[in-house]
């Protein structure tokens, strides 16, 4: 069957992968090279939020760590780190699908994946190249006409599906020089999370949450505001270079959207866990192709 994905982030490659992979003719359309999506932009860090919205997010979670383990990509390291919760907070349900978790009074300590995605989209736009999988970049007005189509537009779906519920959350981190940090770190006792999450040549420090938010310009006052609180979570940070600041908007919906509408199948509203859901929303997406 020839299928058209919408969208070159995440969601759309991994769908793609897939897709091509079970024998599928596909056309890969995107405004946006993966280089250029909100998925180059994200920290990386795998695993959902710590109050889940939706129990499919902890076999989606899983199942994507289980590919990460088994493709050995490059961009996609294991580590250690530590999530500290506010106090109170009970264990999360997906506590067990991380490797190694232990509950530490008021830490989670468990070793998971941290992928670079710039990296990681690369090395995946060449495998689904690879597979036969053709990549135009232009702008959809509409998905009707296209014939069976995925729709992985991250925040372009709001429009494409007529979905209000859909709301972009914008998100600044910035790129500081690795100091040769082992370990990841990310904060959830306040409002919005404080992170730091290793890559090897870079650290993606963060972050904000802003919805409603429209541009991409980072704010040099964020940007400050960001070095300060990750050098005091991760003091070996105090000297390190700060490389460039990114912002980037979450495609945030109450919860994701993965069902089949015609010939459409939707498969967006990721929010902050886009990396973390992928692998295990593109099984979903081929199945419902197939079905
Ligand atoms: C600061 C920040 C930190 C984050 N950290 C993490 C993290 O640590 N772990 C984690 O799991 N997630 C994280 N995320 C969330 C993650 O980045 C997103 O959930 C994920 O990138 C969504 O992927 P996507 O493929 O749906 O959307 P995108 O990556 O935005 O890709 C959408 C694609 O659709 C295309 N498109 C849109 N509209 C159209 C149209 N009309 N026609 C054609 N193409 C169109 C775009 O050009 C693009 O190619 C973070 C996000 C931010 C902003």
Redesign the pocket.
């Known amino acids: 069957m020839h299928i058209t994905v919408?969208?070159?982030?995440?969601?759309?490659l991994s769908c793609a992968y897939r897709l091509a992979g079970a024998g599928h003719d596909v056309t890969v359309?995107?405004?946006?090279p993966p280089g250029e999506?909100?998925?180059a932009?994200?920290?990386?860090?795998?695993y959902p939020p710590v109050r889940l919205p939706d129990k499919r997010i902890v076999r989606w979670t899983a199942e994507t760590l289980a590919v990460l383990r088994e493709q050995e990509a490059p961009g996609v390291r294991f580590r250690r780190g530590h999530v500290l919760l506010a106090p109170g907070e009970p264990a999360p349900q997906w506590l067990p699908a991380m490797i190694d978790p232990v509950r530490d009074g008021g830490h989670l300590v468990f070793t998971t994946a941290l992928v670079d995605t710039p990296v990681y989209l690369e090395w995946l736009l060449a495998q689904v190249v690879s597979l036969g999988v053709r990549v135009e970049h232009r702008?959809?007005a509409s998905l009707s006409g296209l014939g069976p189509v995925v729709n992985?537009?991250?925040?372009?779906a709001g429009v494409?599906a007529g979905d209000g519920s859909l709301v972009p959350i914008g998100?600044?981190?910035v790129h500081l020089a690795d100091p040769g940090l082992t370990e990841f770190v990310v904060d959830e006792t306040g409002p919005g999370a404080t992170y730091v999450?290793p890559h090897g040549g870079h650290v993606v420090c963060?972050?904000t949450e802003e919805p409603g938010r429209a541009g991409t310009e980072p704010n040099p006052v964020v940007t400050a505001d960001i070095v300060r609180r990750c050098r005091e979570l991760v003091p070996a940070l105090a000297g390190a270079e700060v490389l460039r600041s990114l912002v980037?908007?979450?495609?945030f919906r109450p919860v994701v959207r993965l069902e089949r509408k015609g010939d459409v199948v939707h498969c967006?509203g990721?929010?902050?866990?886009?990396?973390?859901l992928a692998w295990g929303c593109a099984a979903d997406v081929a199945a419902l192709v197939a079905s």
């Open positions: 919408a969208g070159a982030g995440i969601i759309g359309v995107a405004a946006a999506t909100t998925s932009v994200a920290g990386g860090v795998l702008t959809l992985a537009t991250g925040s372009g494409l998100g600044q981190v999450i963060g972050g980037g908007l979450r495609p967006y990721h929010g902050g866990s886009g990396i973390t």
